[in-house]
């Protein structure tokens, strides 16, 4: 019987991925109110994420995004040195060089970029270009319509990750007070009364990756706020794959990498997942908030809407 048992959980699983959560809802027009999420983007000398990067430029040519979000990971290696340091153009500004893509970028600190100088990603910002990052974890508002409003809360999730504190590569983490940070999160959000409350960080709180796992600090420290806040969705990045996971009402949706994929597979509690480079598209309409997963030939690989 066990055997059997270990035969018909993954077919199960499959089964359930393949069934979905899915609703079909038209494509987002130009004057839905749009954005999009990439991660891991990560150029090097053996990622090339220029293919990807076309393919978000086309995109955005045609349905106009407000904002972008980066989860994360946007310089692979050893993140950048300072605020001079060449992978700012070639990894970031002419690696998203259109018109279209000229909008404020949210961005999060990355574990690659935490091997290096994390608080370089914050000094870039005041150079007052697009990217925005005013600290290492913040929080922001936009206005969708006349009703309708958008909460956004950007998280440094490094620190919660117990086994970087054992890592010479994190010291640059060490002095990151982790509890301090799960205090803030918890007094933004109690006082957040916004239509939809997004939060965004690197590293999945719960994944059904073999190679990365969960993240039990997170789990331990932000998973029950997200729950008692009831916060829409929790994005991140860190896994290379697509991966939607619904436990317990949440919503947690992984964005895959830029430059590298990797094997996905699902759990219990996936929706989908897939091997593939791409990013994620947003929209937010009346009838409710819209995820998509692109790949990085501008294929719509699975969507589902979220309704108010």
């Not at 393919?55 to 990971?73: C, K, Q, T, W, Y």
Request: glycine share 6%; aromatic share 12%.
């Amino acid at each position: 019987m066990s055997k059997l048992n270990n035969f018909l959980l993954p077919v199960l699983l499959l089964l359930v991925v393949a069934c979905g959560n899915s609703e079909k809802t038209p494509f987002p027009k130009k004057t839905d109110y749009n954005f999009m999420v990439v991660s891991d983007m990560g150029k090097t000398d053996n990622l090339s994420p220029e293919v990807t990067a076309h393919e978000v430029a086309i995109m955005a040519d045609s349905l106009h995004p407000r904002f972008m979000i980066n989860s994360g990971d946007m310089f692979h290696g050893s993140g950048v040195k300072d605020t001079s340091d060449r992978l700012w153009q070639i990894g970031f500004e002419k690696l998203f060089p259109t018109k279209s893509l000229m909008v404020d970028w949210y961005s999060t600190i990355g574990n690659h970029e935490s091997f290096g100088n994390p608080q370089a990603l914050v000094d870039y910002a005041k150079k007052g270009g697009r990217w925005k990052m005013p600290a290492r974890y913040y929080t922001l508002v936009k206005r969708v319509d006349a009703k309708t409003t958008l909460r956004i809360v950007v998280l440094d999730t490094s620190p919660y990750e117990k086994k970087y504190r054992k890592d010479k590569r994190y010291k640059a983490i060490w002095n990151q007070d982790e509890k301090r940070q799960t205090i803030w999160l918890d007094s933004v959000l109690h006082a957040s009364h916004e239509t939809w409350k997004i939060v965004v960080g690197h590293h999945p709180i719960y994944t059904g990756d073999f190679g990365h796992g969960n993240t039990q600090g997170l789990i331990d420290e932000v998973d029950p706020i997200l729950h008692k806040y009831n916060v829409d969705f929790y994005f991140c990045g860190h896994i290379h794959k697509f991966e939607y996971t619904l436990r317990k009402g949440m919503n947690y949706i992984v964005t895959t990498s830029g430059s590298k994929k990797r094997a996905a597979n699902p759990w219990l509690y996936t929706q989908f997942y897939a091997k593939s480079l791409g990013f994620t598209l947003c929209s937010i309409t009346p009838k409710g908030f819209r995820v998509s997963f692109i790949n990085e030939r501008g294929e719509e690989l699975y969507s589902f809407l979220k309704k108010r």
